[in-house]
């Protein structure tokens, strides 16, 4: 069955632009679909379901029926689906038999003008041996409205298991984020407007099961000649490691240097609806996990005994483990602290706080978890690249490594008492493991972040470490910790409503969000608990006394610099990777982000 992300012209016409609906005036959606009601049945049917289930009030500023315009667009319910029929009619010779799609096309389009513009890799998929038809260098038009994806899962699903499928990976510079506005929320859409044009930018990929994949570049009056990806200039294809679904941290902020700034106001993304135990709502939450489509979160949802998960844009969250009031039972949690997300085993993994446990949750819809470590005083845990799973216990204030298989797990930091010594620790928090092995705590009841080495018998102080208070030079009450690519250590200075970055070797830190007194205005925190990036580099923090998780998006607005980094893209259906070094640079004057992209030559997987 065809969908609006296979919805793709096969054809290459050549046809004239459409032109005259933008002069058109502004309808109800009533009247704006009444001249097409005889080609859709029970049309006023859906445009009922549609306003009734539009995203509105909008923060965007749509109005209702232009927040209906895009949510009707996104409905399925058979051969007469209205994006069928309007796309069919884009993409016919008869240009004039689309005079009365213009009232709608003007309530559609003048929404898609209120929404983000996104800049970023998206994709595409149809179930058909087309890609051998692109060749490098080639002119595209898609003249209808083309619906993408930020997530290669959510096309992979389509696809299923269709071999000789094609899979289009699209630089896109005028995306629209339609997700939020959307029926089905959880697809990460994003619009590229009819008649968006592309070039080709290489031979197609061609992959063992007969798929091929076709990178293709949007183009404007500004860039027809150059590439805009903010991902990778260099693409190698690479098979699969046994590691692939090893929960990493670190590769999300291969692409953040010390020049990175955040806007200082953020968007409340989960919760923010007061504390409570309603499913747009939060209570106490305590740490998020950022999954591997970077669009999906995980809360630790404290208070709830729950864990949540909230896809970007969607009004609710879903509860994935716990959420049977608190208890020690199979189906329950009891004040959960941390969640990390063990892809190769696809489960959740919970420090169950007050039932002193960690727990595996299956993500296959389980109602009950698996004890995997019992008698623990758990708080935080993380993952490394081979699988082995650090937990913190703030009783023992100590950090243990389980290797798979073991059953008591070894010290790699703290277990000599508690103390503010560098062999020691006072309440260890959350961690973090590099690709090195080092392990870094928020030593919270000593307010400091400390780093053990591989095989140390002591830490180092990387962050804090000078008393309590909120001087530069100070923490108070660390929670969440971060480190990137080159050693600066993004921690939630909890007490001093923070979230701060400590440069490698530095004696003081920065603010890098917050720091404007406890408060639930979007520039302040009432206790934030962690923090955690997505693969474009935005901050999250998980605002805890206001019951939210915020997002603070990366500021463009400072001087040029270059960084490179390495990210790879998980394509599982398509047996490989897609592993690039990026080199960005940030124009001030343009306000833009830039790169190279160069595929080259590309090896098959086999």
């Known amino acids: 069955m065809m969908n609006r992300f296979g919805d793709i012209d096969v ?3 050549r046809l004239p632009p459409v032109y005259g609906y933008r002069s058109e005036k502004l309808v109800p959606i009533e009247k704006a679909l009444q001249p097409i009601e005889s080609q859709i049945d029970e049309l006023p049917y859906y445009i009922k379901i549609a306003k009734q289930h539009c995203h509105f009030p909008s923060e965007h500023g749509l109005t209702k029926d232009q927040s209906a315009a895009v949510y009707i667009y996104t409905m399925e319910w058979g051969e007469t689906t209205l994006y069928r029929i309007l796309n069919t009619a884009l993409r016919s010779e008869n240009r004039q038999a689309l005079k009365i799609w213009f009232p709608y096309l003007k309530l559609f389009d003048t929404a898609l003008d209120k929404l983000p513009t996104v800049k970023e890799n998206l994709w595409r998929g149809v179930p058909l041996d087309i890609g051998k038809n692109f060749t490098k260098n080639q002119p595209i038009t898609w003249w209808s409205v083309n619906s993408c994806s930020s997530s290669v899962d959510v096309i992979k699903d389509f696809l299923g298991n269709n071999k000789n499928s094609t899979l289009f990976l699209i630089e896109g510079i005028n995306g629209k984020k339609i997700s939020g506005y959307t029926e089905y929320e959880n697809e990460d859409e994003i619009i590229l407007r009819m008649g968006t044009q592309f070039r080709v930018k290489s031979n197609p990929l061609e992959q063992s099961n007969g798929s091929h994949i076709v990178h293709l570049i949007e183009i404007d009056d500004n860039n027809d000649n150059e590439s805009l990806s903010s991902a990778m200039n260099q693409i190698h294809v690479i098979p699969k490691s046994s590691n692939e679904g090893v ?3 670190s590769f999300h902020l291969d692409h953040i240097n010390i020049n990175t700034k955040w806007k200082q106001h953020g968007v409340s993304i989960a919760g923010g609806n007061g504390n409570g135990n309603q499913l747009n709502q939060l209570n106490g939450p305590q740490s998020i996990y950022v999954d591997d489509d970077h669009q999906t979160i995980y809360i630790t949802d404290y208070e709830n005994d729950r864990i949540v998960r909230w896809k970007y844009g969607a009004k609710n969250g879903q509860v994935v483990a716990g959420g049977n009031s608190e208890g020690n039972r199979s189906d329950q949690l009891n004040s959960p602290t ?3 997300v063990d892809r190769k085993n696809d489960s959740l993994i919970i420090c169950d ?4 446990r960690v727990v595996r ?3 296959q819809k389980d109602r009950n978890g698996e004890t995997i470590i019992c008698d623990i005083n758990c708080w935080g845990l993380t993952m490394d690249k081979n699988g082995d799973l650090y937990v913190s216990d703030w009783k023992k204030d100590e950090v243990r490594r389980w290797k798979q298989g073991e059953k008591e797990g070894t010290i790699v930091a703290g277990g000599n008492g508690q103390g503010n010594h560098l062999n020691q620790l006072h309440c260890p928090t959350y ?10 705590i928020s030593d919270c009841d000593n307010h400091r972040v ?5 095989g140390a018998k002591e830490g180092i102080v990387v962050a804090g470490g000078n008393g309590k208070g909120n001087s530069l030079t100070q923490l108070s009450h660390p929670e969440g910790v971060i480190v990137d690519h080159l050693g600066n250590v993004y921690v939630a200075d909890c007490d001093n409503h923070r979230i701060m970055r400590w440069c490698k070797g530095s004696c003081e830190g920065t603010i890098v969000v917050g720091g404007n007194g406890k408060g639930e205005q979007s520039n302040q925190f009432y206790f934030p608990k962690d923090l955690s990036f997505d693969v474009a580099g935005n901050l999250y923090v998980v605002d805890c006394y206001n019951s939210r998780v915020e997002k603070f998006y990366i500021d463009s607005k400072f001087n040029l610099y270059e960084d490179r980094g390495k990210l790879t893209l998980h394509m599982p259906d398509y047996d490989m990777n897609i592993q690039g070094i990026q080199k960005s640079f940030l124009f001030k004057e343009q306000n833009q982000l830039t790169t ?4 080259g030559e590309a090896n098959k997987s086999t």
């Not at 961690?431 to 870094?440: G, K, T």
Request: hydrophobic share 35%; aromatic share 18%.
């Open 596 to 599: 190279d992209f160069n595929i």
């Open 247 to 249: 929960s990493e941290q």
């Open 361 to 363: 949750w299956s993500r």
């Open 353 to 356: 706080r007050k039932s002193s």
């Open 450 to 454: 400390m780093k053990w080495m591989k």
């Open 431 to 440: 961690i973090f493991v590099d690709e090195h092995h080092s392990v870094y």
């Open 338 to 340: 941390d969640v990390i």
């Open 11 to 13: 054809s290459f016409k």
